[in-house]
């Protein structure tokens, strides 16, 4: 059964990893795929695949890398680490978010949307590892999402990117 979001992802504040505001209302008209990003992990391999996504959807998908240090402490840098990380490592261009929580008490209000359907008004989930994906519309209405085994560039994604 579908629902209406209760909350707009749109009206959600998070702060770039150099601190500064992102207004996610300037993505609207574009898809946009948050990750929950580390760089100590066994996906870790992925941000290649995410940058490469963004290159070849640039004109209609944002990529969102979200850091996050919850799962084995693969994310321990500091941000200054985590972007020469990206960076040198992985050529990543597209958007980091600061370091945040994305379950439990502490759970950013941007996770909290993304894995409630009381907010996002589709469907609960629970995040269960780094490099989990959540996909968005070119309206702000979530998607779906895919646990981290699912490549950026699966076929179950990307079809909703063609």
């Not at 980091?96 to 502490?106: F, P």
């Not at 998607?143 to 909703?160: D, E, V």
Request: charged share 20%.
């Amino acid at each position: 059964m579908m629902t209406t979001a209760t909350q707009s992802l749109y009206d959600i504040k998070i702060n770039s990893l150099q601190g500064k505001p992102i207004n996610l209302q300037q993505f609207k008209g574009k898809k946009m795929l948050f990750v929950n990003v580390a760089s100590k992990c066994g996906f870790t391999s992925q941000y290649k695949d995410l940058q490469h996504l963004q290159d070849t959807y640039k004109d209609t998908l944002i990529i969102i890398g979200v850091p996050c240090n919850q799962f084995g402490k693969q994310e321990p840098g500091t941000p200054n680490e985590i972007q020469e990380f990206c960076k040198i490592n992985y050529g990543v261009t597209f958007l980091i978010t600061e370091k945040i929580a994305v379950k439990g008490e502490n759970q950013h209000p941007l996770y909290a949307w993304l894995t409630k359907k009381s907010l996002n008004g589709k469907q609960n989930s629970t995040v269960k590892w780094n490099f989990q994906k959540y996909l968005i519309d070119d309206n702000g209405e979530f998607l779906n999402y895919y646990y981290s085994i699912t490549s950026p560039t699966s076929s179950r994604l990307i079809k909703y990117l063609k």
